[in-house]
């Protein structure tokens, strides 16, 4: 009986020192695995931040054009009303002489 306690702990010491360096060895993989995805996911999201960065850029100098472009038209026809507000005002100023 002490003989099979014996051959029996013995085995399964043996068996679990076989497996303890492939468990180390499967974590190791999967840690290193995870970190590489981590890494990857960071830098898909840094690529992204940059693209939406530059989309937002364009996006910003394109809105500045066409308020500079609606400024100048406002400013024409701010000057249109002027010169026939004057016109109008020499015509009256005709008229009632």
Same mark, same amino acid.
């Given at each position: 009986?002490? %003989?099979?306690?014996?051959?029996?702990?013995?085995? $399964?010491? @043996?068996?679990?020192? $076989?497996? &303890?360096? &492939? %468990? *180390?060895?499967? &974590?190791?993989? #999967?840690?290193?695995?995870?970190? #590489?995805? !981590?890494?990857?996911? *960071? @830098? =898909? +999201?840094?690529?992204? $931040? @940059?693209?939406?960065?530059?989309?937002?850029? =364009?996006?910003?100098?394109?809105?500045?054009? =066409?308020?500079?472009?609606?400024?100048?038209?406002? !400013? %024409? $026809?701010? @000057? &249109?009303?002027? +010169?026939?507000?004057?016109?109008?005002? =020499?015509?009256?100023?005709?008229?009632?002489?």
């Amino acid at each position: 009986m002490a %003989q099979n306690l014996l051959t029996v702990s013995a085995f $399964l010491a @043996k068996n679990l020192r $076989l497996l &303890q360096p &492939q %468990q *180390v060895y499967c &974590q190791q993989v #999967i840690k290193y695995t995870e970190r #590489i995805r !981590e890494t990857g996911k *960071v @830098k =898909e +999201s840094v690529n992204f $931040l @940059k693209m939406q960065r530059e989309q937002l850029k =364009e996006l910003r100098t394109k809105i500045l054009k =066409e308020r500079d472009v609606i400024k100048d038209r406002i !400013e %024409q $026809l701010d @000057k &249109q009303i002027d +010169s026939i507000k004057k016109k109008n005002d =020499e015509r009256e100023k005709k008229t009632t002489s």
